[in-house]
């Protein structure tokens, strides 16, 4: 095996690994989501379930052309953008109609949440080759890890006010990071590989 055949197929054995991480994700905190009344929850799992789709499309966007998996990461941004607008959608609607969050089931399972995120974060940094998919799925995996976060803070404010509302405002903030991480992968894929190189030698 050449090595680049060697470097394209951990890239691929590592995406097949975080994309199953991330679809059980959206299983156990949709399901917590729905049980706990909690937006935020729900809002990470939905967020999972994208970057599911996004990791699938990493995974075979590995060893294709640069025009390619181009197209791919612009896909993956615009999902992040769609996510973004479900998310604010139902935290309005839950503001409207009044929600009662459980603040313990919110910090258990972003605990875990979080320690997931950062076994794939880990993962993927390991990973070998400048690649638009691979910024990505490592910009994807660093906000999950933020948002599991914010929940575990939410949750705690929840417990102490016994209030719904920081459970609202962290589902704001997971799509507002949901978007940012829509925009910045969408510039990304829209630079030319060259100035991208240039950057990054004027960076370093």
Known sequence: MTGSAHVESRQRRTLLIVLALNALLFVGLGLGGLV??????????????????????SFLAVGRALAWKRRAARV????????AAGVLLDAGRRWWFGAEPIGWTMIGLAVVAAAVNLVCLHLLRRLEGDDVNLRAAETFSFNDFASNGGIIVAGGLVLWLGQSWPDLV?????????????????????????????TSDGEA
């Open 36 to 57: 706990a009344d909690s937006s935020a929850l729900l809002a990470n799992a939905v967020d999972n379930a994208s970057d599911s789709v996004v990791y699938l499309i």
């Open 76 to 83: 993956s941004g615009v999902l992040l953008l769609v996510f």
């Open 170 to 198: 962290v589902g704001v903030l997971v799509a507002g990071v949901a978007a940012k991480g829509g925009l910045e992968i969408l510039e990304d894929a829209g630079k030319d590989p060259e100035a991208r190189r240039e």
